[in-house]
């Protein structure tokens, strides 16, 4: 089993003073932490864009659901701290609410503002080598209709990118019926499995070429998230046992042909 995951560079994330600002979600107790697995989220993204870069050459970029910049402050934040830099052409945002100050400082560069359950939306005709949904689909009751929207604006050989907080497949029915029960305004209303992940890939004509979870065990300030071989250790645990209860990464390549 491929597990290139184990040998993607982590160090970028030890003493990196701009993943401690606090719209990155870290909690106070992981302020001090050298690998916080909360960040694995962004981690997984990042490499994924390097990797295609590195083949392809600059990406055009589409992410979903954006918030305050996070993911391309990550990356940035990755270069100055001895990560690669990833090359990109553009990369464009799109959300419910749009704070494009703070975006266009980041380096946003097209915004859409929309509603992304709203029978109306639609991206214009440009085309992306990627584009990401990290920690969006969890938000949306129809999830599989956003996707089928939005693949036609990925490039032949593109792909789509993104994860999730996920269970095994004979759980997501009774917790996805309890959250929409008890829905609270922002929260996760669907869950997901592997097995979904698949299936939306193959309803939308896409391959899953990679497909993984993140971690054994996420708590707040712990210990051994100032260990190296312990953030390892549970991309190697999420690699073996992608049904774990915890979060899946993925990408989802569109056929050149």
Same mark, same amino acid.
């Given at each position: ?30 302020? *001090? ?40 402050? #990550? ?21 419910? #609410? ?36 990290? *920690? ?51 929260? *996760? ?69």
């Amino acid at each position: 089993m491929a597990m290139p995951q184990l040998d993607w560079d982590v160090e970028f994330l030890k003493n990196n003073p701009v993943l401690q600002d606090e719209n990155y979600g870290i909690p106070p107790e992981s302020k *001090h932490i050298a690998y916080p697995i909360r960040l694995v989220r962004y981690w997984f993204i990042y490499h994924f864009l390097r990797e295609d870069a590195a083949r392809k050459g600059p990406l055009d970029v589409c992410e979903i659901g954006v918030d305050v910049g996070q993911m391309l402050g #990550f990356m940035d934040a990755a270069a100055k701290n001895g990560g690669d830099k990833v090359s990109l052409s553009s990369w464009d945002a799109v959300d419910a #609410f749009i704070r494009e100050d703070i975006l266009r400082r980041a380096g946003y560069g097209k915004f859409y503002e929309v509603d992304l359950e709203s029978p109306e939306f639609t991206l214009d005709e440009k085309k992306y080598d990627a584009m990401i949904l990290l *920690h969006v689909l969890e938000h949306l009751y129809e999830p599989e209709v956003l996707m089928s929207k939005i693949v036609g604006n990925l490039k032949p050989g593109g792909m789509m990118i993104g994860g999730f907080p996920s269970l095994p497949n004979s759980m997501v029915a009774s917790r996805e019926a309890t959250l929409r029960a008890t829905r609270r305004k922002f929260a *996760h209303v669907s869950v997901f499995s592997p097995k979904r992940v698949r299936a939306m890939a193959e309803a939308n004509g896409l391959e899953v070429e990679f497909l993984s979870g993140a971690f054994f065990m996420r708590k707040k300030g712990f210990f051994l998230e100032n260990s190296k071989l312990w953030y390892r250790f549970n991309l190697w645990f999420g690699a073996l046992f992608p049904s774990w209860p915890g979060e899946t990464y993925w990408i989802l390549r569109k056929p050149v042909k």
